[in-house]
């Protein structure tokens, strides 16, 4: 089956880090994606990873773990706009008939306070 | 670039009727499309798959007769909700795949539908 996994709320300080996890099982896996999505608005793409380790882009990175099942979504100087739900999404693979297809997450509400 | 439109960004409807959505990549040849749901508080599920010039694939659960795909150019898909019901308001949000930008999906900024 497909299962991922995400803490459904968090909250940080204006300026602060935060580090949003992502677990997956998923019966074949192509990458792994992260996006953005503000209430009422389509994602918005932040990151992707295929390869294990960090892949960093201004205040946003993305880590993966592919033996582990595991990523994060690291943010940075957070800032006010952050707030936002967060969505980690598996890509299937080719064997597993998933081909393409993203699997997403609940998502995560982040709210950034002052 | 890669920008993708939908339309209508909103749409209400009463029970029984049909709506059309159109989904369109701006500045770049699709051949994938894909149709995803996303009701309030939760995350975005995957309806159908659909590719140009063939019939779409839909996800486990998905009406086919009732969800009416159709993708006949590069630039441009189409959903229809036959006979909707209240149950079917929801955010409707497409995304296109660049046929040569393999990695990505281009989200539209979706289509609020609501049946009354």
């Known amino acids: 089956g497909q299962n991922i996994d995400q803490p459904t709320e968090m909250t940080a300080t204006e300026g602060a880090i935060v580090q949003i996890n992502c677990t997956y099982q998923?019966?074949?896996?192509?990458?792994l994606f992260w996006y953005q999505q503000h209430a009422g608005e389509a994602p918005t793409f932040l990151s992707y990873?295929?390869?294990?380790g960090l892949e960093e882009k201004g205040r946003f990175s993305s880590f993966l773990s592919r033996s582990k099942g595991y990523s994060y979504l690291l943010l940075k100087e957070l800032q006010m706009k952050d707030s936002a739900s967060y969505l980690c999404?598996?890509?299937?693979?080719?064997?597993?008939?998933?081909?393409?297809?993203?699997?997403f997450g609940a998502g995560t509400r982040l709210a950034v306070h002052p | 670039g890669a920008v993708v439109s939908q339309h209508p960004s909103w749409v209400i409807c009463k029970s029984g009727t049909s709506v059309k959505i159109e989904c369109r990549s701006l500045?770049?040849?699709?051949?994938?499309m894909f149709w995803y749901r996303q009701f309030p508080k939760q995350s975005l599920m995957l309806m159908a798959t659909?590719?140009?010039?063939?019939?779409?694939?839909?996800e486990q659960g998905v009406e086919k007769d009732k969800f009416l795909i159709n993708h006949a150019s590069l630039t441009l898909s189409t959903l229809t909700v036959t006979s909707a019901h209240p149950e079917d308001s929801s955010f409707y949000i497409c995304?296109?795949?660049?046929?040569?930008?393999?990695?990505?999906?281009?989200f539209g900024p979706g289509t609020r539908l609501t049946v009354t």
């Open positions: 990873n295929v390869l294990d």
């Open positions: 659909s590719n140009e010039g063939s019939k779409a694939t839909y």
């Open positions: 995304s296109a795949r660049d046929r040569f930008r393999f990695y990505e999906q281009y």
């Open positions: 998923t019966s074949g896996f192509n990458g």
């Open positions: 500045d770049f040849q699709a051949t994938t």
């Open positions: 999404a598996v890509r299937g693979d080719l064997f597993s008939g998933g081909y393409n297809k993203l699997i």
